[in-house]
């Protein structure tokens, strides 16, 4: 994609070193481009096999000259030993008819469609996939528009029926899994970036993504797939994690952000044996909770789950909370680190008799308000609608309050408070659930949010003279235990814990 022949050359030697095994060549964003002159240079200099793209704006593209020229350079491209060309459908018979059957034996004609509005159903994409086929294509490429993350379903669906080669993408952030997952479903070719941004067409991931993030070399038809679900759902470090220890433990398994608006609609597009297992984020934690066949008795008492995997055997849905485990135990963790042992109150947890304020009556809020009363603390739920704050704090024998009480909220000293909202998180890092001036009543904060690690809730609650602990603990006893589930292998504690070091 580069404006300049020396631009694209660097490019190419980049796209080797990250692992790449072709490069596509794009001539349509080429300033002042001279077809003999460039194409020779690049496809001579290629260190990589070589894909010639000359995109038009009607296909989404940059060229908007003469037609009749733009096809020359492509066939000029054949000439000087290109691997492949792509050339458009609503072109490819007129692009036929012009090379008469001349074409070096070597030369494999990509002929494409781009749909930049929406998926069709899996019929019309293999009505279309026919159609494609009939210009003498050597390879079919059909990329859609992902308007829903269950439009991938039909490409998946076409690319395992296909009786040629094809490749099947899905644009956009809901298609970024036919990206990955085309490796799974037999796409000939799928297409990443040199760098992040720098994309020829929505969702693509980096290279280096592909290869070490997504381990996209070990992605085979048997590949189990797992993912977190969630809106938004780009900030998250799951994949990092989840993905190392699969590879650490020689599992043959794939974990890949979900961005989901319908769990419903998801759970029931995807119900095949090879979707197994997912982790529950906000704001899905309540809807996973309703799309389960059977539900752990912890996860029952809580009314949201974090975690839901697919019984081999039945097919059926078991949804598990591990939110309070991983949560609950950062914090007693972190008021051992005061002092506050817990020794003298019979309980053994330091939370026991302590006064807990959760902030959020969400999913995660529910697990926090939950093991906070199983561990004998008195628990007060703080949320912006009274009357879900007092839902939850009936059930677990709390009191309820609102966002807004809770700045004059002080019946005491050395309270604890956890964050279960998603206010202070990426994008919006200069918001906090809690002007400063309150934390100065509480011993320690906790915040659930890890993107970023330092919340502006928890500089402000140390610089108030509270311990805090970071939602990243919370987020890595999860993976520990999310991670045996899904794999049946224990996890790798300590490889975990550097994964995520090197991506906060």
């Known amino acids: 994609m580069g404006e300049s022949v020396d631009q694209m050359l660097r490019q190419l030697q980049q796209a080797k070193e990250l692992g790449a095994d072709l490069v596509e060549i794009r001539l349509d964003y080429i300033k002042n481009f001279s077809p003999k002159e460039d194409l020779e240079t690049l496809i001579k200099r290629s260190p990589l096999p070589t894909l010639v793209t000359y995109r038009p704006k009607w296909e989404g593209g940059q060229y908007e000259g003469d037609e009749k020229k733009r096809q020359e350079a492509l066939i000029l491209a054949m000439e000087l030993g290109a691997d492949y060309i792509d050339v458009e459908l609503k072109v490819a018979n007129d692009f036929y008819s012009s090379i008469q059957g001349k074409k070096p034996e070597r030369v494999k004609i990509i002929v494409s469609s781009h749909n930049y509005e929406s998926t069709p159903s899996a019929e019309e994409i293999g009505n279309l996939v026919a159609t494609i086929q009939a210009t003498g294509a050597d390879i079919v490429k059909v990329a859609t528009t992902a308007l829903d993350i269950t439009d991938n379903a039909s490409i998946f669906q076409v690319l395992v029926r296909s009786q040629v080669p094809m490749i099947g993408l899905v644009m956009g952030e809901k298609g970024l899994i036919s990206r990955v997952l085309s490796a799974k479903y037999g796409s000939f070719a799928t297409f990443g970036t040199l760098v992040a941004g720098e994309v020829s067409a929505p969702g693509q991931p980096t290279v280096l993504d592909l290869l070490e993030l997504y381990n996209f070399r070990q992605i085979g038809a048997d590949t189990k797939v797992h993912g977190v679900i969630g809106n938004p759902i780009g900030h998250s470090k799951s994949p990092h994690l989840y993905n190392a220890a699969f590879k650490a433990n020689n599992f043959n398994g794939i974990y890949l952000p979900l961005l989901v608006d319908s769990v419903a609609n998801f759970i029931n597009t995807y119900n095949s044996p090879d979707w197994v297992g997912y982790s529950y984020t906000i704001p899905h934690k309540e809807a996973g909770f309703k799309c389960c066949d059977e539900i752990d008795p912890n996860a029952l008492a809580i009314g949201a789950i974090s975690c839901m995997i697919r019984n081999p055997t039945d097919g059926k849905l078991k949804g598990y ?75 677990v024998g709390g009191e309820a309050i609102t966002l807004a009480e809770l700045e004059n909220f002080h019946p005491e000293d050395g309270m604890v408070l956890a964050n279960t909202t998603s206010v202070g998180m990426k994008p919006r890092t200069d918001q906090t659930p809690i002007p400063k001036e309150a934390l100065k009543n509480y011993c320690l904060v906790f915040d659930a949010i890890y993107t970023p690690k330092w919340t502006r809730l928890l500089t402000e609650a140390q610089e108030s003279g509270a311990a805090v602990v970071f939602g990243t603990e919370m987020f890595l006893n999860q993976a520990f235990v999310q991670v045996e589930k899904f794999s049946g292998i224990p996890a790798n504690k300590q490889l975990i814990r550097d994964t995520l070091a090197r991506n906060t």
Do not use: C, H, T, W
């Open 321 to 395: 909370n591990v939110d309070y485990l991983g949560a609950i135990a950062a914090i007693e963790e972190g008021l051992r680190g005061l002092g506050l042992n817990g020794s003298n109150n019979g309980s053994g947890s330091p939370l026991a008799g302590r006064l807990f304020v959760v902030m959020g009556a969400g999913g995660a809020g529910k697990a926090l308000a939950y093991g906070g009363k199983q561990k004998g603390a008195r628990v007060v739920v703080a949320n912006r609608s009274f009357d879900k704050a007092k839902i939850l704090a009936d059930k």
